[in-house]
């Protein structure tokens, strides 16, 4: 079955600490996104990648980071700079450009 | 950066009537997608169209676009219970290298 794995579902971070949230596809996609969505609202862009080994900045890049070494993979870290990172986020894939995403179903991340 | 802006921002309705929600932008596209999302869930790819399209239809979904208006609108007939979601349209950007999402319209079908 083709599709997208987020994990994990829920994850809680202490003050000051950086958590890496995993995003794996097997669609055989070069494009991969990180969406943040908070409570009744869309998606903000994070990060994107259009290809292995590069990414761009999105809306919303400060307090993020993100690694594209594997095509099949596209891990998002949540630094200790990000002062609200309470959220949903959401990781999708597709071909490149601005066509049709494939979603996971998400990891909320809550403060301890 | 937000293109697409969806009207109105709930609805609320009752099983089998028709549902329609509009998505209105600022610039130029060369596609609009419309993507559902069940509560907690990842969204689901519903249809794309092109901007030299004006009507797609994909089982009880009909998509309009107009262009000239710069807006597009989604109609559910005979909603169904499983249609209560969040609704979302998504423009390319200027650069036609990622797409924006709007901040959705939330439907509930009443039983």
């Known amino acids: 079955d083709g599709g997208i794995t987020q994990s994990p579902k829920y994850l809680f971070r202490k003050e000051g600490q950086n958590v890496t949230l995993s995003c794996e596809q097997n669609?055989?996609?070069?494009?991969m996104y990180w969406y943040r969505q908070d409570p009744g609202q869309g998606l903000r862009l994070i990060y994107y990648?259009?290809?292995?080994?590069?990414?761009q900045k999105g809306d919303i890049a400060e307090g993020y980071s993100v690694s594209r070494e594997k095509k099949e993979s596209f891990p998002l870290t949540v630094t200790s700079a990000q002062k609200n990172p309470t959220a949903f986020y959401l990781c999708?894939?597709?071909?490149?450009?601005?066509?049709?995403?494939?979603f996971g179903d998400g990891t909320r991340l809550s403060i301890l | 950066s937000q293109q697409g802006e969806e009207d109105p921002q709930a609805l609320s309705i009752q099983e089998g009537e028709n549902a329609t929600m509009n998505c209105s932008y600022k610039?130029?596209?060369?596609?609009l997608q419309w993507y559902r999302q069940n509560s907690g869930r990842g969204l689901v790819h519903l249809i794309l169209?092109?901007?030299?399209?004006r009507e797609k239809h994909s089982g009880r979904l009909r998509v309009t676009l107009d262009t000239s208006k710069k807006s597009s609108s989604l109609l559910i007939t005979a909603s169904r219970a499983a249609d209560t979601a969040s609704y979302f349209c998504?423009?390319?950007?200027?650069?036609?290298?990622?797409?924006?999402f709007g901040s959705g319209t939330r439907l509930s079908i009443r039983p």
């Open positions: 999708a894939s597709s071909i490149p450009g601005a066509q049709p995403q494939h």
């Open positions: 669609l055989n996609h070069d494009a």
């Open positions: 990648s259009q290809i292995v080994n590069d990414f």
């Open positions: 610039t130029s596209i060369n596609n």
């Open positions: 169209i092109r901007s030299n399209e």
């Open positions: 998504a423009t390319d950007d200027s650069s036609a290298s990622k797409i924006i």
